[in-house]
């Protein structure tokens, strides 16, 4: 069902809302067309026509600032016309539903919504309920996913470590409420990874972790032992409320990551974070300042990614990777 | 209008009738004859049940109808006509209806509406506590007097033990039944699905299984020192059901239902955010599913339920999260559980006792069966005709079925309530 959404009749890619059910190759063609992107933002004039004439709306129910601003770049580099939604702010309090929203905002011909919902599932029950030539792009949807994240971390991987087989990586901090993860952990067992590991106490872990496909640690050193890529979770201040964790000084006694655990990895070990960082309580600003933190290039190949990902999906470049469609439900 | 139902198997479990037998019903309403006419009897009316099966009319222990209340979701009207199209001839309607049903003149308005439509009889389930919140009892013995066969909170937890157990102390003293929803609330927080695979897959809030074991324990522990005749309502995981098992053969007075869709989906049918799967209490794993079905051949679980719950399609359209819960159930839950008959789990008889004569003997009604005396309530089905559910064909204006556009074997051809043809699939609806 997740291809069938995701891909239209032809096997073009036609929404971008999960890493589940895509081919290693459009990954990486994704990774590909990305990398060509690069060299647009540094240029004088950094614009390419791929997408003009297209609208673009940002549709963000969750306050965001790294990621909409990313995707306004992204959208105009391509020059695509852009209009930012802070619905937070506006319909819901007027009790308008999602999909009257999407409804009316089609209907002005946008071509393509990036969504940011706080719920999970919100991107697909929207992509499920759109016209054929209207796509969606998931931003981030509750816990479930967020794709075009995990691609930026991926993207990023391969700059710093070239090939993903021999990787060793450890995603620390709330697992259970991290949709980064979830898609950080699925791109990475697609591309193949050596060892994927979690850390995090119970009570941040889900329920079933092992069926993500990871070896989940509760111990930092045993966790970030001799690995080369360590991806640093934002911890989130509400979940001492919900007795989750105790307190911010135990959760970073226990896993902030200081150079002292830091030295547990590889000695070229990279660190990322998905950002906004949580200073002093998930990571040390010696680390996320230090040589080895990859966190601020992480920003810049997050234009470029979701450049290749608008440039696909508005159908800018030949899809090659294109996932055979699978067979409807009975 | 006396009626001869003729040529059909008659199955009737609470009388041991599995076989070949014409039925006769007088113009009062009430059965004559089993096999053979009274002598002199002429019917006005004879239906042709050959290679049908003619049963007692099904209730249904669990149906919302929406009405007081929520008529933009469906009302009494509608929800009876898609009750009788899916032969059941009473069901019985939860307590959290709006205004709440905890005064005799609620519980005798819902059953008037009834009467006066004429198509099936509801049985109201009386408010456990004043108005659903747990703290003051409900005004038990004249709820009972007005018609109210079971005592239920429904989905509301009684947070408070101390409330719960006085309430199971006080229907005890009059001899009334409880209906317990056995969930944790604190377990459950905002979870919406069940804790596990598909959860930690989907990124949903999970509801894990001691959510319903904690609060099982809890409810065996009253009911085993007030001695209260107690019936757990919509069991859905393994444990849970191993524990009333254990309880049962310990000689405490429980008896467990189980939806028909919990016997036949799990977790996984969410797929990618299938809301129509967002159900309360949610869909386990295969493994609790597998043991619902084993409960259910063992006889540990003696009922199978629609849990009715009709919607409008914007209930539905909504992050799973934020969409309501609930199924359409009712014109499923005989084809359901004869699917049970087809994957050879249960006999025909043992399938529509979970339907007649179980739920009836809970409810300590006379209804569920056909000796002659008996109110005439009967449903006459093809056990063999094949249909596809589609919205066009369900009465129920709930159109929220996981089942929509897949095949059902089995289908309803005549039903009959006091002695009324009030459906006939060829014809549709009898007027009111």
């Known amino acids: ?330 | 209008m006396s009626l001869a139902i003729k040529g059909g198997h008659l199955i009737d479990p609470a009388n041991r009738v599995n076989g070949k037998r014409d039925l006769y019903i007088d113009g009062e309403g009430f059965v004559v004859g089993v096999g053979r006419a009274p002598s002199g009897f002429k019917p006005r009316r004879s239906i042709d049940a050959t290679d049908k099966i003619v049963c007692p009319g099904l209730i249904d222990l669990r149906a919302r109808l929406r009405e007081p209340g929520l008529e933009h979701k469906a009302t009494i009207e509608s929800e009876l006509k898609a009750a009788v199209a899916g032969g059941i001839t009473t069901l019985c309607c939860p307590p959290d209806t709006r205004p709440v049903i905890d005064t005799p003149a609620m519980a005798q308005m819902i059953q008037s509406s009834a009467w006066r439509l004429g198509y099936a009889f509801i049985h109201p389930l009386g408010a456990l506590t004043q108005n659903l919140e747990g703290k003051k009892l409900s005004n038990m013995e004249a709820l009972d007097d007005a018609g109210c066969v079971a005592f239920t909170n429904a989905s509301a937890p009684i947070t408070d033990t101390l409330v719960l157990r006085r309430a199971m102390e006080y229907a005890a003293s009059f001899d009334l039944t409880v209906f317990l929803h056995s969930e944790d609330p604190w377990l459950k927080a905002d979870g919406c699905c069940h804790e596990g695979e598909v959860s930690t897959r989907l990124g949903l809030p999970g509801i894990p299984e001691a959510a319903e074991t904690v609060a099982v324990a809890r409810d065996l522990a009253l009911i085993d020192q007030t001695r209260v005749r107690a019936h757990f309502c919509g069991l859905s995981s393994a444990r849970a059901v191993q524990m009333i098992a254990e309880a049962q053969r310990r000689g405490l007075p429980v008896s467990a239902d189980v939806t028909a869709h919990h016997l036949h989906l799990t977790e996984h049918d969410i797929g990618d955010f299938d809301t129509q799967c967002h159900v309360q209490p949610p869909l386990r794993s295969r493994r609790d599913r597998d043991q619902l079905r084993r409960a259910l051949k063992q006889g540990v679980i003696s009922v199978v339920c629609s849990d009715h719950q009709p919607h409008e399609p914007d209930a539905k359209l909504a992050p799973f999260s934020e969409s309501e819960p609930g199924i359409s159930g009712l014109e499923t839950l005989l084809p359901l559980t004869l699917k049970l008959v087809q994957e050879r789990l249960l006999t025909p008889v043992e399938a529509l006792a979970l339907l007649t004569r179980n739920p009836a003997d809970i409810l300590g009604l006379e209804s569920g069966q056909l000796s002659v005396g008996a109110t005439a309530d009967v449903c006459v089905f093809d056990p063999k005709e094949r249909w596809q559910l589609t919205t066009a064909r369900l009465q129920s204006r709930g159109h929220n079925t996981p089942f929509l556009g897949r095949e059902l074997q089995g289908r309803v051809t005549h039903t009959v309530v006091g002695g009324r043809l009030v459906y006939e699939a060829d014809k549709g609806l009898a007027g009111p």
């Open chain 1, 1 to 330: 069902m997740t291809q069938d959404l995701q891909y239209d009749n032809n096997g073009r890619l036609k929404h971008f809302l999960t890493i589940e059910g895509l081919p290693r190759r459009a990954i990486l063609e994704i990774l590909d067309i990305a990398k060509s992107f690069i060299s647009v933002g540094q240029r004088e004039i950094k614009k390419v026509p791929l997408a003009r004439g297209k609208t673009v709306v940002n549709l963000f129910y969750e306050s965001s600032t790294r990621t909409r601003t990313t995707f306004e770049i992204a959208a105009k580099r391509l020059s695509a016309d852009v209009i930012n939604l802070n619905i937070a702010a506006s319909s819901i309090s007027k009790g308008e539903t999602l999909l009257d929203t999407v409804r009316n905002l089609e209907a002005m011909h946008t071509d393509l919504f990036v969504v940011r919902h706080n719920k999970s599932g919100a991107a697909h029950m929207i992509a499920a309920h759109v016209p054929p030539h209207v796509h969606i792009i998931n931003a981030g949807d509750g816990w479930h996913a967020h794709p075009t994240q995990a691609m930026l971390d991926v993207f990023t991987i391969r700059e710093h470590k070239g090939a993903f087989e021999k990787l060793k990586v450890a995603v620390v901090g709330d697992i259970r409420h991290s949709r980064v993860a979830r898609s950080l952990i699925q791109a990475l067992k697609t591309l193949g990874v050596a060892e994927i590991r979690v850390v995090a106490p119970r009570t941040l872990m889900p329920s079933v972790v092992e069926r993500l496909g990871v070896v989940p640690c509760t111990d930092m050193r045993e966790g970030l032992d001799n690995v080369d890529v360590i991806m640093m979770l934002r911890l989130q201040l509400e979940r001492m409320t919900g007795a989750l964790i105790p307190s911010e000084q135990e959760y970073f006694n226990l896993y902030g990551l200081t150079t002292e655990k830091l030295a547990y990895a590889k000695k070229d070990a990279i660190v990322l974070h998905p950002g906004p960082m949580n200073r002093g309580l998930e990571i040390d600003s010696a680390v996320a300042d230090g040589p080895q933190s990859v966190i601020l290039p992480q920003v810049t190949n997050g234009i470029a990614v979701r450049m290749a990902i608008m440039a696909l999906i508005l159908g800018g470049t030949p899809a090659e990777g294109r996932a055979r469609r699978a067979p409807a439900r009975p």
